[in-house]
């Protein structure tokens, strides 16, 4: 194994941050209108990837994702990323056909060598997946980044997207929170490797189970939670949907020593413009640490499901039988205004 610092060469590094959500939405304004009837989805509603009809019963899922090192390790690294950019594919209801790398490497920096780890570690993740890897694209670039662009198919009256949640359903959550503040910590040296272990497996396990679960259950609103956390992404279903929602943060199933790092200002600064960003009545009594929790930006989370009541148990069983880290139910969604109304 190469022994080197990853993360140091960085300046992103230490929760796979994204855009914020206003440089988004101003991103997103450039983009040209689509009036073809065979785009079933598209990022009108925010989801987690594109969808193309081909026929009556199947239609293709597109995503990318690429990220700087959130870990030192490169195998680690690789297969988070691949997760991660497979999550976005299960997060529709699809399932993963095959991958391209994509690769920007610090070429004379950073031997080849550790990138070829990097590789080796997404390919443990794909293969899991039954998803092939059949090539990509590198670049010489300062900075290490990896990431996958996934093609995967679905069939078209099976898609999970923001937009489908009804009143009354209830929110699932598939995996604890609290990766972005657990790797700022390791960076930061305040937990050793060993204690990053629980955050890396929730980072490589896959969402396929997830997805199986949800899909045998009807649910038909879903995203997953990463860069924006959980009330970032909650809020483009909510926007989506044209609904609001309720959310008890003594529900949420977090990483443990998350909570308490948080307090003590393991704070990745996408989760501080999240937090910011948040369209969310807070319960004066939840405290700032609890309140980072609910925003923390994910590398590679778990599904937040909208399932109708009468569809919970079915739900809740077809998770337990798959598996998945957690299967949370933390809140609801509501008719009223686009924002989440967080208590404790």
């Known amino acids: 194994m190469t022994a080197i610092r990853l993360t140091s060469l960085s300046h992103a590094a230490g929760c796979g941050c994204k855009l914020g959500s206003a440089d988004l939405s101003e991103v997103l304004r450039h983009l040209p209108a689509v009036a073809d009837s065979n785009v079933l989805v598209d990022a009108a509603t925010r989801d987690d990837a594109a969808v193309y009809r081909l026929s009556a019963d199947r ?76 090539g990509g694209h590198s670049i010489d670039d300062p900075e290490p980044k990896f990431g996958l662009a996934v093609v995967g198919e679905v069939h078209p009256d099976r898609i999970l997207t923001n937009a489908a949640g009804k009143p009354g359903d209830l929110l699932v959550l598939t995996k604890p929170l609290g990766t972005g503040i657990m790797t700022t910590a390791r960076k930061r040296d305040l937990v ?100 980072f929790l609910c925003c923390d930006a994910q590398t590679s989370g778990g599904l937040l499901l909208a399932v109708s009541p009468d569809r919970l148990d079915v739900l809740l069983g077809a998770l337990r039988s798959e598996g998945t880290l957690a299967r949370a139910v933390i809140g609801e969604l509501v008719a009223g205004p686009t924002v989440a109304r967080v208590t404790r």
């Not at 497979?86 to 690769?103: H, I, Q, R, W």
């Not at 929730?202 to 995203?223: I, P, Y």
């Not at 943060?249 to 443990?256: A, D, F, H, N, T």
């Open 192 to 291: 050793s490797e060993a204690a990053l272990g629980p955050a890396i497996a929730s980072m490589t396990a896959l969402n396929d189970g997830a997805a199986r679960a949800a899909l045998q259950a009807g649910v038909r609103a879903a995203t997953d939670v990463t860069g924006f956390g959980l009330l970032g992404h909650l809020g483009n279903i909510l926007q989506a949907s044209g609904l609001g929602a309720r959310i008890e943060v003594g529900k949420l199933p977090l990483i443990e020593g998350a909570l308490d790092l948080a307090a003590n200002g393991a704070v990745p600064g996408g989760t501080k413009r999240n937090l910011e960003a948040a369209r969310a009545e807070w319960d004066p009594a939840l405290t700032e640490a609890e309140r």
């Open 59 to 134: 239609a293709l899922v597109a995503t990318v994702d690429f990220f700087t090192p959130i870990v030192d390790d490169p195998p680690s690294w690789g297969a988070i990323a691949a997760a991660n950019a497979l999550s976005d594919v299960y997060a529709m209801g699809g399932k993963p056909l095959f991958a391209l790398n994509l690769v920007g490497w610090p070429r004379g920096k950073v031997p080849f060598e550790v990138l070829g780890e990097v590789l080796q570690g997404a390919a443990e993740v794909t293969r899991r997946a039954g998803c092939l890897m059949l």
